[in-house]
C-alpha cells in the first residue's frame, strides 16, 4: 500500500510538472496568435522564437479549450458513481457544531458523519482513502459558532476552505418541521471566471455533465429534472 501510494503521488507530480510547461507554451502561442490576428508587433520576448511557434499553431484546432491540467480532471468521473461524502469536526467540538454536521449530513445526499475523538487529520485521510472516501469535511468553529469549513478531495485533492457567516441552524428556528430529504437542486448565476465555472455548475448544454466539485457532492440528477 505505502509503495503504491508513494508512486502514485510521483506519477502525480511528474504530470503537474508536464502540464505546466505546456501550459505556458499554451500561453505563448495565444499571444502570437492575438498579436498576428490583430495586425500588432509581436511581443519582445515571443520574437525569436515566433516562427516555430506559428508553425505549431497550424496544427492547433480552434474547437478546444485550451489545455486541461490535473485541477480540471480531479472531478472527471463525477456522475458515473454516486460520492461518498465523510464529514467531521474539529476537535472538542461544541453541541452546536455537533448539530450543524447532523444538518450538514443532511445537505449531502449520502454522506456520512464521523465523530472526531482524539484522531489526528492524517490519520482521518489514511481511513478515508481505504475505505473509498471520494471526499472529506471539517467543519471548524468559534466559540460554539461555525465559521468555516475545509473540503478535501481524495486523493490527491483539490482542498478549498469556505467561510461562513451568519450561520443560522434549523434548530434556532420555531416550528419549522422535519428536513426533507429530497436531493436538493443548485442554482447559480454569475459564476462566470475561469475559478467560478470551476465551482459552479456551468449553463446547460456547454458546461453540464463536466467535472466540477460542487456537482461531485451530490448525486447525478436526470436531465429532465435539472431545468427549473
Excluded at 505563448?28 to 511557434?53: Q, V
Excluded at 461524502?85 to 461544541?94: C, E, L
Amino acid at each position: 500500500m505505502l509503495r503504491r501510494e508513494a508512486r502514485l503521488r510521483r506519477e502525480y507530480l511528474y504530470r503537474k510538472a508536464r502540464e505546466e510547461a505546456q501550459r505556458a507554451a499554451h500561453e505563448r502561442k495565444e499571444k502570437l496568435r492575438r498579436a498576428l490576428e490583430e495586425n500588432r508587433l509581436i511581443p519582445t520576448e515571443l520574437r525569436r522564437e515566433a516562427l516555430a511557434l506559428q508553425g505549431s499553431l497550424e496544427f492547433d484546432d480552434a474547437g478546444g479549450e485550451g489545455v486541461t491540467n490535473h485541477v480540471d480532471d480531479e472531478y472527471r468521473w463525477a456522475g458515473v458513481e454516486d460520492p461518498k461524502i465523510m464529514i467531521t469536526t474539529s476537535r472538542d467540538p461544541s453541541s452546536r457544531l455537533k448539530m450543524f454536521a447532523k444538518e450538514l449530513k443532511l445537505i449531502f445526499p449520502g454522506a456520512q458523519r464521523m465523530n472526531r475523538g482524539r484522531h489526528e487529520v492524517g490519520a482521518l485521510v489514511r481511513a478515508c482513502k481505504a475505505n473509498g472516501v471520494t471526499d472529506l469535511l471539517v467543519v471548524h468553529e468559534h466559540r460554539g459558532t461555525p465559521v468555516g469549513f475545509i473540503v478535501s478531495h481524495l486523493p490527491f485533492g483539490p482542498t478549498a476552505y469556505f467561510t461562513l457567516c451568519n450561520v443560522v441552524m434549523r434548530h434556532d428556528i420555531p416550528d419549522l418541521g422535519t428536513v426533507s430529504e429530497a436531493k436538493p437542486h443548485l442554482i447559480m448565476h454569475g459564476f462566470s471566471s475561469r475559478l467560478g465555472k470551476r465551482v459552479s455548475l456551468g449553463p446547460l448544454g456547454e458546461g453540464w455533465g463536466q467535472g466540477v466539485p460542487s456537482r461531485a457532492f451530490f448525486p447525478t440528477l436526470l436531465p429532465s429534472a435539472t431545468g427549473l
